[in-house]
């Protein structure tokens, strides 16, 4: 359960409070009582998170200050994102290290992309989370109930000046790579279909491709 989830857990039995008054909407909450929800800076997760507050039990990630739950993933999901690893393992150049569904540290967030492409070898993660300079790539696949998520995760990473990121998008069969981040947005966008495969680029060099029918599971 997230922060707020266990601040709303709060409410006694019934939707009433012991004086009788009717609780609160979240909504009339927020609008009436702007401290009963707060912002939380990514030092501030972290520390929840290194002292137990948050364990892996809650699947939780800090988007823009929020704590907020991720979704559950279904079997398209998952096995779409165990397809790319398959197919990046033996391109992939071993001063580059990847992670699945792994934190990486932004100004205000703490997202777990699907994949993280980040430079250097992987020891250099023992100690810290990826942020935007190390990140040569992030990917993340996006079916029906979670395509606006990852399309808003784009935005964040654009934000952040992240050089490439890539949707997985299972609705409309393709893959969408966005680069060249510039005011909160990125200013180009290639579309692979079924029939392409995307190169692999980082820092400059092409170490491979992937082809689009093999990493795209049936949703």
Known sequence: MSVIGRKRARATKG???????????????????PF???RFAVDEYDKMVENGILTTNDRVELLEGWIINKMPQNPPHRNSVARVVRRLVPILPPDWTMSVQGPIR?????????????????????????????????M???????????RYKGKLYAKEKIAEFWLINLVE??????TRPRGGTYR??????????????????????????????KS
């Open 15 to 33: 939707g009433r409070q012991p004086n009788g008054q009717a609780v609160a909407t979240l909504r009339e909450r927020i609008m009436n009582d």
């Open 36 to 38: 009963w929800l707060r």
């Open 106 to 138: 932004l100004s205000d967030s703490e997202p777990e992309p699907d994949i993280t492409l980040a430079r250097g070898e992987e020891t250099i993660y023992d100690v810290r989370h990826p942020q935007p300079a190390d990140i040569g790539v992030l």
């Open 140 to 150: 993340e696949v996006g079916d029906s109930s979670v395509l606006d998520d990852r």
């Open 173 to 178: 069969r393709k893959v969408e790579v966005y």
């Open 188 to 217: 180009k966008t290639l579309e692979y279909f079924e029939n392409d495969a995307v190169p692999l680029v980082l820092d400059g060099v092409k170490v491979g491709d992937i082809p689009v029918r093999e990493v795209l599971a």
